[in-house]
């Protein structure tokens, strides 16, 4: 496996987790109740797994990889993709104050968790196509097969030292439930 490989195989658990956020919108929206714990896994995963494992893979790996080979940063697809990650935390932090207000009690909050919602899987859906056919085939057209393992092994050691051995796995389990719940 690449490295763009394995973070096309995070691209699809992205994908899922949005698909299930989502359903859980819809439900918000026509006034039923989400299992609080359930949005607060959701929450973990967009924070841990999407953004504190997933995108510093990217910023901090692969994306210096393909500056030092001359793909640009600045007016480059390198600077979009870091642009397209800031607004996206904005956006989590959106849906985490409103899950925070709704847990509190405020009805009104399921507007701000929705309106949040909704951008951040508009701006995610286009974020992850870019990725996976722009970016990744410029990765694997430029980056060397040394390179490419290389990050694999860096890889690795972000997820056990950001978010701990185990827990990617656990996620991937966390997503199966859901999807069963949410997704039939």
């Keep these: 496996m690449t490295a763009t490989e394995q973070l096309k195989a995070e ?16 439900r918000l929206q026509s006034a039923n109740e989400v299992n609080p714990e359930h949005f607060e896994r959701v929450l973990e995963f967009l924070k841990v797994f999407a ?14 990889a393909l500056e030092n080979v001359g793909v640009p940063r600045e007016e480059g697809p390198i600077g979009v993709m870091l642009a397209e990650h800031n607004k996206a935390r904005e956006h989590v932090r959106g849906i ?31 974020h992850i196509d870019k990725e996976d056919n722009v970016l990744y085939p410029v990765a694997d057209a430029r980056l060397p097969k040394s390179i ?4 694999i092994t860096k890889f690795d050691q972000v997820e056990n ?5 185990g827990k990617h796995e656990e ?10 719940v949410y997704l039939g």
């Design 51 to 64: 953004d504190k494992c997933h995108h510093a893979k990217e910023e901090e790996l692969l994306f210096p």
């Design 171 to 180: 996620f991937h389990r966390m997503l199966e439930n859901l999807k069963k």
């Design 96 to 126: 985490g104050e409103g899950f925070a207000q709704y847990k509190a009690g405020d009805e009104g909050a399921a507007a701000k968790i929705v309106e949040n919602v909704k951008a951040y899987i508009r701006i995610l859906d286009a």
């Design 148 to 151: 490419q393992d290389e990050l």
């Design 11 to 26: 691209h699809k658990a992205i994908k899922l987790m949005l698909r299930i956020l989502d359903k859980m919108c819809e």
């Design 161 to 165: 030292e950001r978010i701990g051995p």
